[in-house]
């Protein structure tokens, strides 16, 4: 019995070069910490936060869930995505049929847009020197 107190659903989620590792165990009270932070502490725009808990809107289990984050790399907004795919990865392990309305919304889909590198004789990605003729 012991072990089924304790045991949680681990899920990563990816956004350009963010990393998330989220775990999620049955509690009675909802909690949420990001790198042992509150998610208040964490991320300080409204916006973030809306994005971090929209996958956890879209399904009802959401609300009995105390989830812990570890998360890396990329910029605020890279990583509250990072945090929102793996949060949705978890909700499918948990009931299969959330898996409908969560694809629907694109929360399963790993953006794979990522920045370009910088090419041999390019300013930037692919921006180039102004030609002159003469």
């Known amino acids: 019995m012991a072990e089924t107190k304790n045991k949680y659903i681990e899920a990563v989620g990816r956004r350009k070069t963010s990393i998330a590792r989220v775990r999620a165990t049955p509690a009675a009270k909802a909690a949420f910490q990001i790198n042992e932070k509150s998610i208040n502490e964490y991320f300080k725009s409204e916006g973030q936060r809306i ?3 929209e996958s956890l809107e879209k399904s009802k289990i959401g609300e009995t ?10 910029g605020v907004n890279s990583q509250a995505e990072a945090i929102r795919h793996a949060i949705a990865r ?4 948990m009931n299969p049929e959330e898996r409908k ?17 910088r090419k041999f004789g390019l300013k930037k990605a692919r921006k180039a ?3 002159s003729k003469r």
């Not at 869930?65 to 990329?74: E, P, R, S």
């Not at 978890?90 to 392990?93: A, D, F, P, Y």
């Open 51 to 53: 994005i971090v808990m």
């Open 65 to 74: 869930l105390n989830i812990t984050v570890k998360v890396i790399g990329g």
């Open 90 to 93: 978890i909700l499918i392990k």
């Open 101 to 117: 309305d969560l694809k629907k919304a694109g929360f399963l889909k790993r953006d794979p847009r990522a920045k370009e590198r």
């Open 129 to 131: 020197p102004q030609w």
